[in-house]
């Protein structure tokens, strides 16, 4: 055997050699500014535009040996023509200046251009070549936008309209966020497929909604610093606290927030006490290891998903107004809060328990009621109770906030105190309620610990 047979499968096993990263940085770069000569003269046209980004991606991607599927060719050209009419359509629609929030929405079209490319190099994507190609797509975006800019087919980003505060965005930083935003939203789906992880893609798409959102409600963080100084003023307002103040005109000044606080409690003790009662058998009827019959599991499964959605605050809306303004709406309310929560945790708790015993009581003849009483009660009373000081704890907070609406308790007398601007009496109940929820959650969570 010669030198070079024996040598023949070795050279068989090694690993072909890679790729060379110039050509994917001169085809990123062809990309890029194929799309932004291509992009400045058919703005206009939205389809058009988009076709062209997706024809000069196809071509450098076929270039290098990426895309060969004609069909993959032909769904990212699809793809791109949709993206480009979306993105240009949003922005000639507008009522308003183009801001960040409008270009992020316009930017949404590149979802399709992105998928559509994922999907045709499913095959053969590197990490390298999918950050390139989302390298190509900011390119593509950032410079055409500009471009209609210049050409008057967008909207002019003068230093006149930028003085007068018309526009939200600032010079080259506007078009750079409108490059972020196509990179997030096409790029980290591609990236994903390339590391065949779906993180990139869940981050990318994170980031962006929450862009969207923060335009939306009008979040500004300049705002937010500059508006600091009347945080200040008003922190001299709340402090020192006021605790004693007359109840009516006329009367001296007494400590007129024990009683309604008191309130809050007996309303917290009983909400949590009937509640949690109430909660144990429609427990065990929502729990298959414990349910009688199909119809008893999916007539309680479907009251607790009724009274879960169902809010605190609504509930206490409800009863005052049959009820009254008073203690009682606000027992009521916490009643169907309590009975909510207990009812979702403890079904919960007993479709985990072990089956064991209750096999071998049904083995013995025991009737049904018997078998939870010896055989399913005893592997939940411990969570059960921890749940109760938890839906206490819960309480607490909750009847507060029921309060505010007239159901009693220290919430309505937060409220009148705030209707009024009194912000030093404010501070105080603020105090109080919070001294008092550290203090339960404390003790809540020994026992707790205790019992489970």
């Known amino acids: 055997m010669t030198v070079a047979e024996a040598s023949a499968p070795a050279a068989k096993l090694r690993p072909p050699e890679p790729e060379s990263s110039l050509r ?9 500014v194929g799309a932004a000569v291509l992009g400045a003269a058919t703005l206009g046209v939205g389809w058009l535009w988009g076709l062209a980004i997706a024809a000069a991606v196809v071509g450098v991607l076929w270039w290098l040996s990426l895309v060969r599927s004609p069909v993959d060719a032909g769904i990212v050209l699809i793809a791109g023509a949709i993206s480009g009419q979306w993105f240009v359509s949003v922005l000639e629609q507008r009522t308003g200046p183009i801001d960040i929030a409008l270009t992020t929405q316009a930017s949404l079209g590149f979802l399709v251009l992105g998928i ?119 922190a001299k307002e709340f402090w020192p606290p006021v605790w004693e103040w007359p109840k009516t005109i006329g009367q001296e000044p007494s400590n007129v927030i024990i009683e309604p606080f008191i309130e809050t409690l007996q309303i917290a003790v009983v909400g949590a006490t009937v509640g949690c009662l109430f909660a144990l058998p429609l427990a065990f009827m929502a729990a298959r290891p414990t349910t009688p019959d199909a119809p008893t599991y999916w007539g309680a499964k479907s009251f607790m998903n009724v009274i879960r959605t169902i809010p605190d605050l609504f509930w206490a809306i409800i009863f005052t107004a049959a009820v009254g303004f008073n203690a009682f709406a606000g027992a009521l309310a916490m009643v169907f809060f309590s009975l909510a929560i207990m009812s979702k945790l403890l079904s ?105």
């Not at 994917?24 to 890029?32: D, E, K, S, T």
């Open 24 to 32: 994917f940085v001169i085809g990123a770069a062809a990309m890029g």
């Open 116 to 234: 559509a490319l994922a999907w045709s190099l499913r095959h053969r994507l590197t990490i390298a070549g999918a950050t390139l190609v989302a390298a190509s797509w900011a390119i593509g975006v950032a410079i055409p936008t500009q471009y209609g800019v210049g050409l008057g087919i967008l909207a002019d980003l003068g230093r006149r309209e930028l003085r007068e505060g018309v526009l939200q965005a600032l010079g080259s930083s506007f078009f750079t966020m409108v490059a972020l935003v196509a990179v997030l939203l096409a790029g980290s789906i591609t990236l994903a497929l390339a590391v065949k992880r779906s993180a990139p893609a869940s981050l990318g798409l994170s980031v962006v909604m929450s862009v969207i959102s923060f335009n939306m409600i009008g979040f500004s963080v300049v705002e937010l610093f500059t508006q600091a100084s009347r945080v200040g003023e008003l």
């Open 348 to 452: 919960e708790t007993v479709d985990s328990i072990q089956l064991g015993p209750l096999e071998a009581a049904h083995a013995t003849g025991s009737r049904h009621t018997q078998v939870i009483q010896y055989a399913a009660l005893p592997q939940v009373l411990p969570n059960y109770v921890a749940y109760a000081l938890y839906i206490f704890e819960l309480n607490v907070r909750a009847s507060v906030v029921i309060g505010i609406v007239g159901a009693g308790g220290i919430g309505r007398l937060l409220n009148e105190q705030r209707n009024f601007f009194q912000w030093d009496r404010v501070m105080a109940i603020v105090i109080v309620i919070f001294v008092t929820v550290i203090l339960i959650e404390m003790v809540s969570i020994l026992i707790r610990r205790r019992l489970v």
